[in-house]
Antibody
Framework: QLQLQEAGPGLVKPSETLSLTCSVS??????????WGWVRQPPGKGLQWIGS???????YYNPFLESRVTISVDTSKTQLSLKLTSVTAADTALYYC????????????WGQGTMVTVSS | QSLLTQPPSASATPGQTVTVSCSGN????????VHWYQQLPGMAPRLLIY???RRPSGVPDRFSGSKSGTSASLAISGLRSEDEADYYC???????????FGGGTKLTVL
């Protein structure tokens, strides 16, 4: 059974870069059998898709965040990573990594999430 | 960014049936499957309904989904106290080329 575990700094200063990782266990991150994605949830608000990756190189982003987001896969570490540049208070959220069996399939396995607060 | 439209709250008493609506447009619900997630307090979302009306293994048949045109619904029958949670709809959006979610509906079991 796949398990996902996010990790991050907790607090990031405005204008800096937010960096998160998602460790994958119970399955191969580069098997090509899964789509991997990032979803965030601002406090008290709904879910927002950030981006997804398939086969480590096929990556697509939410157009509203695309200019600031980089998603990558480190197969040696079996980790998914997220970088978000020039953060503001609006980027304060609970960040989840999740996976689905296909590009149009819903995310069926989620990590527990990691909270990131943007504040000076 | 646009969201699928959900009522912010719903409530019902134990044993009743409650319905949560989700409204979109032709580029998302009108063309693609709708999925529903349940988020218990302090927990990650859990896939509740996929492909509009299918239940993952382990989800009770008290939960059901449907779609008509550009709107979808989640129905919960025989409501229980443990159903108190936030419910989110989601669908692939062809214009976004990505996932779009609703703003969530907080269900209170009275």
């Amino acid at each position: 059974q796949l398990q996902l575990q996010e990790a991050g700094p907790g607090l990031v200063k405005p204008s800096e870069t937010l960096s998160l990782t998602c460790s994958v266990s119970g399955g191969s991150i580069n098997s090509g059998n899964y789509y991997w994605g990032w979803v965030r949830q601002p406090p008290g608000k709904g879910l927002q898709w950030i981006g997804s990756v398939f086969n480590t190189v096929n990556i697509y982003y939410n157009p509203f965040l695309e200019s600031r987001v980089t998603i990558s896969v480190d197969t040696s570490k079996t980790q998914l990573s997220l970088k978000l540049t020039s953060v503001t208070a609006a980027d304060t959220a609970l960040y989840y990594c999740a996976t689905s069996p296909g590009s149009f399939d819903p995310f069926d396995i989620w990590g527990q999430g990691t909270m990131v607060t943007v504040s000076s | 960014q646009s969201l699928l439209t959900q009522p912010p709250s719903a409530s019902a008493t134990p044993g009743q049936t409650v319905t949560v609506s989700c409204s979109g447009n032709r580029s998302n619900i009108g063309t693609n499957y709708v999925h529903w997630y349940q988020q218990l307090p302090g927990m990650a979302p859990r896939l509740l309904i996929y492909n509009t009306n299918r239940r993952p293994s382990g989800v009770p048949d008290r939960f059901s989904g449907s779609k008509s045109g550009t709107s979808a619904s989640l129905a919960i029958s025989g409501l229980r106290s443990e159903d108190e949670a936030d419910y989110y709809c989601g669908a692939w959006d062809d214009n976004l080329s990505g996932w779009m979610f609703g703003g969530g509906t907080k269900l209170t079991v009275l």
